[in-house]
């Protein structure tokens, strides 16, 4: 190894150890820690699209935080609770002959975690912008996806904000 790299590492190595930097996503698994017990508050009028928010969650939880959950609740050392605040599909462009060319879906959520610390709760919000064929209507399936597509956008928030949050209680 030359000079010019050796002194390169030692500098990078120097301003991310110095400066005491630490990715989000430790505050986070400090917050969201043990067993992870994440219920559901059903939408009833639109149950489908409640189930796959709390999948979505289930999964952000285990592959990008390593969590360890639980289907039992007196288990865990954290309860997230998730719940579908709104779900809707926009119009966003008309064709030349007046049909909607551009939707978007939104995806509004809100999310209550607890632990031993405490409780807290915020709202996040995702959408997806898609289109359709000309003169074509919006199917069933194409709905499911955009809406699935805007709640994982929503709930890729979570995180910032449960770190943000971290912060936050720190200080006080």
């Known amino acids: ?4 790299s050796f002194v390169l590492s030692t500098v990078i190595l120097f301003l991310f150890t110095a400066c005491g930097y630490k990715p989000s996503s430790t505050y986070v698994k400090k917050e969201i820690n043990g067993k992870v017990f994440v219920d559901l508050n059903v939408n009833i009028e639109d149950p489908k699209n409640s189930v796959l928010i709390k999948d979505a969650m ?3 939880l285990v592959h990008r935080l390593d969590s360890k959950l639980t289907n039992k609740k007196e288990l865990a050392d954290t309860i997230i609770l998730v719940k579908r605040n709104s779900v809707g599909l926009s119009t966003l462009q008309y064709d030349a002959d007046g049909y909607i060319k551009l939707y978007k879906a ?4 809100n999310v209550n975690y607890s632990n031993s610390e405490g409780k807290n709760s915020f709202n996040v919000s995702g959408t ?18 955009a809406i699935k597509t805007a709640a994982n956008k ?4 979570v995180l910032s904000k449960v770190a943000i949050l971290s912060f936050k209680q720190k200080q006080q």
């Open 1 to 4: 190894m030359n000079f010019k």
């Open 58 to 60: 289930t999964e952000l």
């Open 106 to 109: 939104t995806a509004n959520i």
């Open 128 to 145: 997806h912008d898609f289109s359709i064929e000309d003169g074509g209507t919006i199917s069933d399936t194409k709905r499911y996806e």
């Open 154 to 157: 929503a709930l890729d928030e």
